[in-house]
């Protein structure tokens, strides 16, 4: 009975000791350029990350430790590493394919691996797009070495046969069996993360003020499997207050404003041309206090239009905040709507209360329109044409690997403009240029991220200049809002981050004016449909931000593990998973505790609002 006892405690310490290995790995391997990081800070790492590199050992101990017990009253002598290696290799693959994901990923999303990886991985071109094919190979290569490795790590641990049970008495075989039952309590405590109300969750390993520390202690396995475990469950999501505690709070945040607004326009019914601009954050613009010289054409345009200052993007990445826009609908930290046509049918979308106005709608992306279910969201909102990379051919779209280049598809969208047969019309366009890796067919800036708004920029100039010298400027409305922003330049606060603009331009507006109001991204359609006099009543989170009873200014944003709340006392970033304030704008403690307070109800409220979807 030592044999088996021995096997499964060094299984346990083999499985435990790979993913302790992996914390330095991740820490060093995803570091940024110019972090320094010591051997105090590593040991950290991995004596914080035990507390859940501990319970998904047991899981993954538990199949061994049942089959050990069965083998106690089998007569024979058993082939034990010849058996298990039939679950090694599978074990073997999750544990390599988790960890270089996880260390592939980070760089670009900044967070750990989740079920968000299962958004985009049934689009397998879009989610390598950003990548090279010699990159997809080295990865692939390390998968290959690393499961190899944990293969034989697993095989080493194991004897090769267990003895047989033939001759043992039943009470002893009884009493070994008990014996191991017994030690599956404490594994299960193990599994459990301990005693206590909180169960293992990700916030428990965080322990430093540096959010690279944290995330390089979190098991990319364990990150994985809790986000799935999350992921139906909306309504039951972020229970901060009770019922009559939440209300009170919430209630007054998104008042009902009707259409008797300030009047922007020189007419109710213009074309309207919806321009959502990759990642095109405020920091990337100097009209709105961003970086100098990138964006000329854009601030030119400001000094004409209407520029709104304050206005917050509500998420992160383009499924999401197309969804904050066109909807009207705040963004989720922990899912994508876009990706649950059961729930974003619900939704209304801007297009749908166009249309019903007596427009027609069109959408043009140079890319995969079937990309985190765009087209799904798209056709129920109301967009009846919709114009992709398909309909491009294949020298325009060779340079990109997301599609067609911005050049390319402006030039489309003046085509398709001039071509609209009905009227009035509304056209919405996702640019794609601006993205990783970069690269894009002008050159004016050294910095290539800088270069590829820079080229997005002058593609928008070029084509304003073009549609003006045409009749259909007089009524023409131009939108132009950023998906979400960009952390550029790198280390930038996630107040910054999501701190973007909003113009409008075109023959339809009066004159030149400056809004500083507080406004979310999510609020645009609801301002555009109060100019219109389009009734807004069915945008439940959206505020026209122009009407008299816009009395609250605020933004409320979200990201992978937190959300934001600013209004006129300042701004505060609270950290859901580490349940602390990570970013704050005054030392005020009881303006610091009121703001999250109401970005806590913000985020019940949506949640509850989903669940009932």
Known sequence: MKTRLTYIIKLYATILALFVIQKPMFLWLDRAENSSYGMADTLAVMAHGLLLDIPV????????????????WIPARLPLRRVASWYYMPVAVLMSLAFTADTSLYPFWKFKLDATIFYYIDSPKDAFASVSAWYLIIRAAAVAAYTAAIFIALRAATPRYIPTAAGISVRRKSAVTAALIITMLPLGI???????????????VYFSEDEYLNHSA????????????????????????????RADIFTGLYPPTPTDTVTLLNTRRPNVLLILMESFGG??????????????????????GVIF??????????DRGMVSALSGHPAFPTLSVMKLPIKSRTLPCVAN??????????????????????????????????ISDVDFPASKKKDNPWGANDDVTFDSLFTVIGTQKHSPWHVGFLTLSSHEPFEVPYKRLDNPVANAFAYTDECLGRFVERIRKTPLWDNL??????????????????????????????????????????MNQSDMAATLLGQMAIDHSEYTFSR???????????????????????????????????????????????????RTNIGKAIMQSIYDDLGRR
């Open 544 to 594: 026209d931000i122009l009407s008299r009873e816009y009395r609250y200014p605020f933004a409320f944003f979200t990201f992978k593990e937190g959300f934001g709340f600013a209004d006129s006392t300042g701004y505060t970033v609270y950290d859901i998973i580490g349940n602390r304030i990570k970013e704050n704008s005054s030392d005020s403690d009881k303006a610091a505790d009121r």
């Open 57 to 72: 050992t047991g899981y993954l101990i538990a199949l061994p430790l049942l089959f050990v017990m069965a083998s106690v």
């Open 353 to 386: 209360s166009l249309n019903a106005a007596g427009y027609r709608s069109t959408f043009l992306y140079g890319g995969d329109i079937n990309f985190t279910n765009m087209q799904s969201y798209l056709r129920t909102g109301g967009y009846g044409t919709i």
């Open 309 to 318: 200052t304050h206005c917050y993007s509500n998420s992160f990445r383009t």
């Open 218 to 245: 979190v098991n990319p396995m364990f990150s994985m499997l809790y986000s799935l475990g999350k992921a139906e469950n909306y309504a039951d999501e972020f229970d901060y207050f009770d019922e009559h505690v």
């Open 477 to 518: 409305l131009i939108i132009c809002i950023p998906d979400h922003g960009f952390a550029y330049p790198a280390g930038i606060s996630h107040e910054q981050h999501h701190h973007n603009t909003m113009l409008w331009i075109g023959g339809a507006v009066k004159s030149h004016k400056t809004v500083d109001t507080l």
């Open 283 to 304: 920091r990337i613009v100097e009209a709105v206090g961003g970086n100098p010289d990138i964006t000329p054409n854009y601030n030119r345009l400001a000094a004409e």
């Open 190 to 204: 193990s599994i459990r993360g301990g005693l206590g109300e909180s169960t293992a969750n990700i916030g428990k």
